[in-house]
T-cell receptor, first 114, second 113 residues
Framework: AQSVTQLDSHVSVSEGTPVLLRCNYS??????LFWYVQHPNKGLQLLLK??????LVKGINGFEAEFKKSETSFHLTKPSAHMSDAAEYFC????????????FGQGTTLQVKP | NAGVTQTPKFQVLKTGQSMTLQCAQD?????MSWYRQDPGMGLRLIHY???????DQGEVPNGYNVSRSTTEDFPLRLLSAAPSQTSVYFC????????????FGSGTRLTVV
């Protein structure tokens, strides 16, 4: 069975410092992996996706994620945090093939301090 | 394009009432899903559809019904509302979930008293 674990429920960084949000997944097959962002009282927006092409994936707003099969990880990074990055972030796995299902991690709240 | 449109944005129901949450998309996506979001639990799949006339249950289907008579619309029906159904509900659609991800609506905040 597939599952997603976000290792931190809350991360706090200072503006201008690097961001690291950690995600481990469990999947029997090669999954598709995504990061979504949700700003307060908003819907979810796709940040980036891994679909078995390049293992280093670039997304919007300067975010990146690296797929590491040996570690079953898909951590999200950004070199320099901005105040507007404060939001909740979800790591998501789509099982192999178009089943129509997404499996969400429990979310990581990113706080950015001035 | 409007994307994924959910109505209403807010709703308060009394226990035992029924209602339908509407979801429409104008992107000709085959895949549509309903999720509920509760604090600390991420999003959990209620029901999903891989095309008109085809629906299936997700992780938390009890108390909810769906139908998919057209590609565009995917309504979610609460049969007899309970306080445990107080949540934020999101509808999403996709042309290919494994490669393109989903486009989400802005959500419906439901309170059952």
């Amino acid at each position: 069975a597939q599952s997603v674990t976000q290792l931190d429920s809350h991360v706090s960084v200072s503006e201008g410092t690097p961001v690291l949000l950690r995600c481990n997944y469990s999947s029997s097959y090669s999954p598709s992996l995504f990061w979504y962002v949700q700003h307060p009282n908003k819907g979810l927006q796709l940040l980036l996706k891994y679909t078995s092409a390049a293992t280093l994936v670039k997304g919007i707003n300067g975010f990146e994620a690296e797929f590491k099969k040996s570690e079953t990880s898909f951590h999200l990074t950004k070199p320099s945090a901005h105040m507007s990055d404060a939001a909740e972030y979800f790591c998501v796995v789509s099982p192999s093939g178009n089943t129509g299902k997404l499996i969400f991690g429990q979310g990581t709240t990113l706080q950015v301090k001035p | 394009n409007a994307g994924v449109t959910q109505t209403p944005k807010f709703q308060v129901l009394k226990t035992g009432q029924s209602m339908t949450l509407q979801c429409a998309q104008d992107m000709n996506h085959e895949y549509m899903s309903w999720y509920r979001q509760d604090p600390g639990m991420g999003l959990r799949l209620i029901h999903y559809s891989v095309g008109a006339g085809i629906t299936d249950q997700g992780e938390v289907p009890n108390g909810y019904n769906v139908s998919r008579s057209t590609t565009e619309d995917f309504p979610l029906r609460l049969l007899s509302a309970a306080p445990s159904q107080t949540s934020v509900y999101f509808c999403a659609s996709s042309y290919s979930p494994s490669s393109g991800g989903y486009t989400f609506g802005s959500g419906t905040r439901l309170t059952v008293v």
